[in-house]
Nanobody
Framework: QVQLVESGGGLVQAGGSLRLACAASGRTVSRDKVGWFRQAPGQVREFVAGISWIGDGTRYADSVKGRFSISRDNDKNTVYLQMNSLKPEDTAVYYC???????????????????WGQGTQVTVSS
């Protein structure tokens, strides 16, 4: 059974940083695309960042470009989201998800992701 566990969320002041981790078990994700999504209250779940297994295969939402960075540690079967210069509008529950399709291009649509974690809350105060 595939399990994704997010960690690293919390409360931070605007301008601060957090690093989220997505630890996978039951599946080796080194050959999967892994995405980070977020959902604020009353809003739809939106794509934040994704990483493929090929080279520098990353993709970011325009709202986080230059502030967030996604990376993976295949030895630990874990994907990270480094979030810098956080803003109050980044406040949301953050989810990681796995897209197992053998297409190396990161897809921002939540519907293409098969496995999801339970989420971790990120709150940015002004």
């Amino acid at each position: 059974q595939v399990q994704l566990v997010e960690s690293g969320g919390g409360l931070v002041q605007a301008g601060g940083s957090l690093r989220l981790a997505c630890a996978a078990s039951g599946r080796t994700v080194s050959r999967d695309k892994v995405g980070w999504f977020r959902q604020a209250p009353g809003q739809v779940r939106e794509f934040v960042a994704g990483i493929s297994w090929i080279g520098d295969g990353t993709r970011y939402a325009d709202s986080v470009k230059g502030r967030f960075s996604i990376s993976r540690d295949n030895d630990k079967n874990t994907v990270y989201l480094q979030m810098n210069s956080l803003k109050p509008e980044d406040t949301a529950v953050y989810y990681c998800a796995v897209d197992p399709e053998l297409i190396p291009v990161v897809n921002p649509s939540p519907g293409t992701y098969k496995y999801w974690g339970q989420g971790t809350q990120v709150t940015v105060s002004s």
